[in-house]
């Protein structure tokens, strides 16, 4: 049996000012080609497809556009889950149509997908709350799935009927998951786990969500879920929220993120993007191999200290979309922000960084960073007038010719 894993689409996101959808256009294509070219039995979509609860409508549309070439005409079952940043509800709602092209939607941890048969096509023999078993056409043996949508903590506990349970939410899952897979899951079928969690080896640095993510460690988020948690039951865990490719071990079964399809932040800079391929038979060790994507443009950010120089590398990188920091002796006239703006149509943001003595005897140079905000750029210049900081009443006066409220 053959896994295509893939997950963070983040259909409807931008970049600063650039919107994403030509390239996701692009990417899904892509992503649809491998499946056919390599003949996939089944796909798998760690969660959040799109990027806020109520994503613009050709985002919609491509979604349930690519998935339904990716079911195949029901031959090929395409799971998907919730992640944070998606609606459960909107998740689930086209259930019955998604059925019928051999789309199976999880909006919730503890959705139950009725049992049903396609003509032809797969068949959901077993089910239970957050779990299902599936035959697929030309497989001889079934794909067992654990479904962990994602839920915030409080959420999670109730959705699991185990509100006033004591333990961890993590020793809760865990609890969770063995009796899910103790009995459901043996080597006569291929053992999934899908999940849309922070995930992280215990006592190891824990690794940064994604810049721009709605983080789920913080406050009424959901708690970190360690290595060790994971059921003994799976051969294979596929997550989704953390936007890198990372590979991680439980016993002999890999543990991976595969990433989103695109770049969403800067933080994810010159990142390589893949999908990844799970070789999978009962009882036995899978497989994994990357695939990469190619489609998209690069992130990145790029400092300059001439506007000729500038505008010779945005007309030769036009596939990039880049945060342009400028640092000079002056300030950025409209004339030159319109030669950097003209030669190139994905700059995210230009950052002006302005030279400036300080006075000193060494002609020491400082920086005025303008992509600060203006109360930062006023408290630095007052300092570097004055040689002291701005009172109260100066601030106060400033927030108020801002139309800012003092305090914010």
């Known amino acids: 049996m053959k896994i295509l894993h893939t997950a963070d689409w983040h259909l409807g996101k931008s ?22 070219r390599e003949h996939v039995d089944a796909v798998l979509i760690a969660g959040d497809m799109f990027d806020t609860f109520n994503p613009p409508v ?10 339904k070439r990716l079911a195949d005409g029901g ?21 019955p149509l998604a059925k019928e092209c051999g789309v199976i939607l999880a909006g919730f941890p503890n959705t139950k997908i009725s049992p049903f048969a396609l003509q032809d096509g797969i068949k959901v023999v077993r089910s239970d709350n957050g779990f299902i078993e599936i035959m697929i056409p030309g497989c ?24 006033d349970a004591e333990g961890s939410l993590r020793q809760l899952l865990q609890m969770n998951w063995k009796e899910t897979g103790d009995k459901y899951m043996d080597d006569k079928g291929v053992n999934i786990l899908m999940a849309h969690l922070f995930v992280a080896s215990s006592g190891a640095e824990v690794t940064a969500e994604p810049d721009d993510e709605k983080p789920i460690l913080d406050i009424g988020g959901a708690q970190a ?7 003994e039951h799976v051969q294979y865990v596929a997550l989704g929220h953390l936007h890198r490719t990372i590979k991680m071990k439980h016993g002999s079964a890999p543990v991976n993120y595969s990433g989103s399809p695109l770049s969403y932040s800067l933080h994810e800079a010159e990142q390589a993007k893949c999908v990844m391929i799970v070789d999978a038979e009962p009882g036995k060790p899978v497989s994994v191999s990357e695939i990469p994507l190619t489609k998209g443009k690069t992130v990145t950010r790029q400092t ?23 640092q000079s002796d002056t300030y950025l006239t409209a004339e030159e922000r319109k030669r950097l703006v003209q030669s190139h149509n994905g700059i995210i943001d230009i950052i002006p960084v302005v030279r400036t003595l300080d006075g000193k005897d060494d002609e020491q140079v400082s920086s005025v960073d303008l992509g600060k905000s203006v109360e ?12 002291q900081q701005p009172n109260d009443e100066m601030m106060s006066l400033l927030r108020e010719v801002i139309g800012t409220e003092e305090g914010q």
């Open 304 to 326: 300059f200290t001439d506007i000729d120089t500038a505008v010779e590398w945005l007309m030769a990188n036009q596939n990039s979309l880049v945060e342009l920091t400028m």
């Open 376 to 387: 930062e750029i006023f408290v630095d210049f007052f300092l570097h007038e004055k040689g």
């Open 15 to 36: 970049i600063g000012p650039i919107p994403r959808h030509p390239e996701q256009l692009e990417v899904l294509e892509e992503i649809c080609s491998i499946a056919e």
């Open 58 to 67: 050709e985002s919609v549309e491509l979604f349930y556009r690519t998935v």
């Open 140 to 163: 001889t043996v079934p794909l067992r799935i654990l479904l962990t949508a994602f839920a915030n903590e409080k959420r999670m506990k109730t959705y699991l009927g185990i509100e």
């Open 75 to 95: 031959k090929r079952p395409v799971v998907a889950i919730a992640g944070n940043h998606d609606s459960p509800e909107r998740i689930e709602a086209p259930d």
């Open 225 to 231: 879920v360690y290595l060790e948690n994971l059921p």
